[in-house]
C-alpha cells in the first residue's frame, strides 16, 4: 500500500507561483515514478508531469512546459511541482499519482497505481 498526501494548493493570482508537495509513504521503495494530474470543472483529468524515483527523469505536459518544473526529494520520499507564471486555465484539482512499476507511459492516468486526494489550485484573473 502506498499513501499519498498532497499540500500547497491555494488562490493566487494570473502570474503568481505556487508549489504542490506529495508526501509518499508505505511501499515506496518499490515505486518506479510518480505524477501530478488535474481536473478542472466539467473537464477530463489531464496529466501535468512526471519523474522517476531513479534518475530523475522528468516529463511535461505541452501545457505547462517551461512553466512547471517537477522535482524530488528521495530522503523524504516527497515530490514537487513548482508552477510559476499561472494562468486562470490551470485551475484545477491537482492530484499526485505512483506508479509502482514502469508501464510504458508517464501520461495516461490508467499507468499509476494510486493516488492522493487532491489538492484545490483556483488562479484568478
Known amino acids: 500500500q502506498v499513501q499519498l498526501v498532497e499540500s500547497g494548493g491555494g488562490l493566487v493570482q494570473a502570474g503568481g507561483s505556487l508549489r504542490l508537495s506529495c508526501a509518499a509513504s508505505g511501499r515506496t521503495f518499490s515505486s518506479h515514478a510518480m505524477g501530478w494530474f488535474r481536473q478542472a470543472p466539467g473537464k477530463e483529468r489531464e496529466f501535468v508531469a512526471a519523474?522517476?524515483?531513479?534518475?530523475?527523469?522528468?516529463y511535461y505536459a505541452d501545457s505547462v512546459k517551461g512553466r512547471f518544473t517537477i522535482s524530488r526529494d528521495n530522503a523524504k520520499n516527497t515530490v514537487y511541482v513548482q508552477m510559476n507564471s499561472l494562468k486562470p486555465e490551470d485551475t484545477a484539482v491537482y492530484y499526485c499519482a505512483a506508479q509502482l512499476y514502469y508501464r510504458r507511459s508517464y501520461s495516461r492516468d490508467g499507468a499509476y497505481d494510486y493516488w492522493g486526494q487532491g489538492t484545490q489550485v483556483t488562479v484568478s484573473s
Open positions: 519523474i522517476t524515483w531513479s534518475g530523475g527523469l522528468t
